[in-house]
């Protein structure tokens, strides 16, 4: 039995944060609801392109939202609160990423659902937070990023301030919201009451910078970027040139280094008073990475990866097609072929393995696919379904 198996949750979600973290939860065996406006054509990520399977079905949908069941539901519409509430009488928890006023507005917040469900954990992930100045503001991954430093800490030190190449806080505040959506749940089932409980895109964002910021605070240290994408304070920790192109090395232990040393031909660096230790190669950084240019360009990065493999911490420096194209990708079933649209897509499989249990791996649903069934599972019979309909609730 999966993790999560017997877990129901109602995602009021589109788009990136909460769309990845209901997934996740899904791929542990929950029973994840998606909730999806009929009225808006339903999550707005179905019609981000370029890349589309089929109308309404975009490529970056189904990079959210395997594992999961859509129902269309117009939470402005009246006739649609008391679907929710059908809902949320049978779940365990919502999860949204609305804009941090517009939760109360539409009704899926504790106070407006405990008298349905005193169980019911409501976890929230919104740009700012659902209360303070910019409680109503909307946000976006990238904006955090430019507020937060991340910027100022990506690129090339003589270079424009850069983005990180992924929305990285829309994932990490998914994966907040999962682990505190769960950890709400664990709670309210040994104490009999739920709760609300919030994760912004800004506040992950911040989080992510963990020591950055407590350099700043208690030593002044404001840090910027290093050539190379290096490690601020461990070296050999960079790219460095090959034959044919670039190789990272994190010798992030000292014992890595002198085996380092003896495989590039060069053993009497591990000696040197400029290498000897991570001190005197920080001082010497400069000097060290055009001899390690000088003795890694005699090889390729193929050869180079086979020659440290297991014994110096290296990995190559892929573009997206060769970090896919990787054996070691495809031998460990990391890409699944699933059933979709009466033809078969390629997808990740899930990051998270449960020995003894395989995780599922299903594309995600057309919109409104589930609509039927799940009102069906609640008591409504065809002709409340008609009505709904006309009503503009499903």
């Not at 309404?56 to 939470?75: P, Y």
């Not at 809902?87 to 006023?101: C, E, F, H, K, Q």
């Not at 193929?302 to 190559?316: D, S, Y």
Request: hydrophobic letters at 40%; proline letters at 6%; one cysteine or more.
């Amino acid at each position: 039995m999966l993790p999560l198996a017997g877990v129901r949750i109602i995602a009021v979600e589109q788009y990136g944060a909460a769309p990845f973290g209901s997934m996740l939860l899904g791929d542990l065996g929950a029973e994840v609801i998606k909730i999806e406006n009929p009225a808006e054509g339903g999550d707005v990520s179905r019609g981000v392109g370029p890349h589309f399977f089929g109308p309404g079905d975009s490529h970056f949908f189904q990079a959210f939202n395997r594992n999961k069941r859509s129902l269309t539901l117009n939470l402005k519409a009246p006739e649609a609160r008391r679907v929710l509430h059908d809902l949320v009488r049978s779940a365990d928890a919502t999860l949204d990423n609305l804009r941090g006023d517009q939760a109360g507005k539409l009704g899926v917040t504790y106070d407006a659902l405990k008298a349905v469900n005193s169980k019911i954990v409501c976890a929230h992930i919104s740009a700012y937070g659902r209360e303070g100045s910019r409680a109503a503001w909307p946000g976006y991954d990238y904006l955090m990023q430019a507020e937060a430093g991340y910027l100022a800490l990506t690129g090339e030190p003589d270079g424009p301030p850069s983005r990180f190449g992924l929305s990285i806080v829309d994932q990490m505040a998914g994966l907040y919201g999962g682990f505190a959506l769960v950890s709400g749940v664990l709670a309210a089932r040994a104490s009999g009451t739920g709760r609300d409980i919030d994760v912004s895109l800004f506040d992950a964002a911040l989080q992510n910078l963990t020591y950055v910021v407590l350099w700043y605070l208690n030593a002044g240290v404001n840090l910027g970027r290093a050539p190379r994408s290096g490690h601020p304070s461990l070296t050999p920790s960079e790219m460095y040139r090959t034959k044919d192109g670039f190789i990272f090395i994190m010798c992030n232990k000292e014992k890595f280094w002198p085996v380092l040393c003896e495989i590039v031909g060069r053993p009497d660096w591990a000696a040197s008073a400029d290498y000897k230790n991570f001190q005197a190669r920080l001082k010497n950084r400069a000097k060290l990475t055009l001899e390690l240019d000088a003795a890694l360009s005699l090889r390729t990065t193929t050869e180079w990866i086979a020659l440290f493999a297991g014994r110096v911490p290296a990995a190559p420096v892929n573009d997206v097609k060769g970090a896919l194209d990787s054996a070691f990708v495809r031998e460990g079933g990391r890409v699944r072929t699933v059933s979709h649209r009466g033809g078969e897509i390629e997808m990740l499989a899930s990051p998270i393995r449960c020995p003894g249990d395989e995780t599922p791996c299903e594309a995600a649903p057309a919109l409104g696919s589930g609509t039927d069934d799940i009102l069906a599972g609640l008591g409504y019979g065809p002709e409340d379904i008609a009505r709904l309909r006309t009503a503009g609730a499903v």
